[in-house]
């Protein structure tokens, strides 16, 4: 039993002696540059517009950036799943599809397509408008019933 004191004492100096794990330096450095490498691709991605089409679902507007570069394909696209009103009627329809469109009228000022959209299981004709009015471009949907 006359040990035992000596063991305890030299756990004891060992606990203290024992060299703790140094926090790693440099770690907040790495964070930093990482994020400002991700900063810097999101805006030049934002820059050279490879967000408008991502940032355009979240907002009301559209992704189109100039009638000359625009296509009816384009349009067509943009017309899928908008949510027409009757004028006459005041009843909304959804989009559902547009097939059979052509290009009608293209100009520095307006961009006119037409064809077959589906809405409530009929297809009937879709002309759809994007004009340049003083710089901003507009989106206009019109379906004949």
């Given at each position: 039993m006359?040990?035992?004191?000596?063991?305890?004492?030299?756990?004891?100096?060992?606990?203290?002696?024992?060299?703790?794990?140094?926090?790693?330096?440099g770690?907040?450095?790495?964070n930093?540059?990482?994020?400002?490498?991700?900063?810097?691709?999101?805006?030049n991605?934002?820059?050279?517009?490879?967000?408008?089409?991502?940032?355009?679902?979240?907002?009301?507007?559209?992704?189109?950036?100039?009638?000359?570069?625009?296509?009816?394909?384009?349009?067509?696209?943009?017309?899928?799943?908008?949510?027409?009103?009757?004028?006459?009627?005041?009843?909304?329809?959804?989009?559902?599809?547009?097939?059979?469109?052509?290009?009608?009228?293209?100009?520095?000022?307006?961009?006119?397509?037409?064809?077959?959209?589906?809405?409530?299981?009929?297809?009937?004709?879709?002309?759809?408008?994007?004009?340049?009015?003083?710089?901003?471009l507009?989106?206009?949907?019109?379906?004949?019933?």
């Amino acid at each position: 039993m006359d040990f035992l004191p000596h063991i305890f004492c030299v756990l004891y100096d060992f606990h203290i002696m024992r060299k703790e794990p140094q926090p790693r330096k440099g770690i907040g450095f790495m964070n930093l540059l990482f994020l400002v490498v991700i900063g810097w691709f999101v805006y030049n991605a934002y820059q050279l517009g490879y967000l408008d089409k991502l940032l355009s679902t979240f907002e009301s507007g559209h992704s189109f950036t100039s009638i000359e570069e625009t296509t009816c394909e384009d349009l067509k696209q943009s017309a899928i799943g908008q949510e027409l009103t009757n004028s006459v009627s005041d009843e909304v329809t959804e989009v559902m599809g547009v097939r059979n469109i052509k290009e009608i009228k293209r100009n520095n000022e307006e961009l006119v397509c037409r064809g077959e959209v589906l809405a409530k299981g009929n297809y009937n004709t879709i002309e759809i408008k994007l004009t340049d009015w003083d710089g901003e471009l507009f989106v206009q949907w019109e379906v004949s019933y």
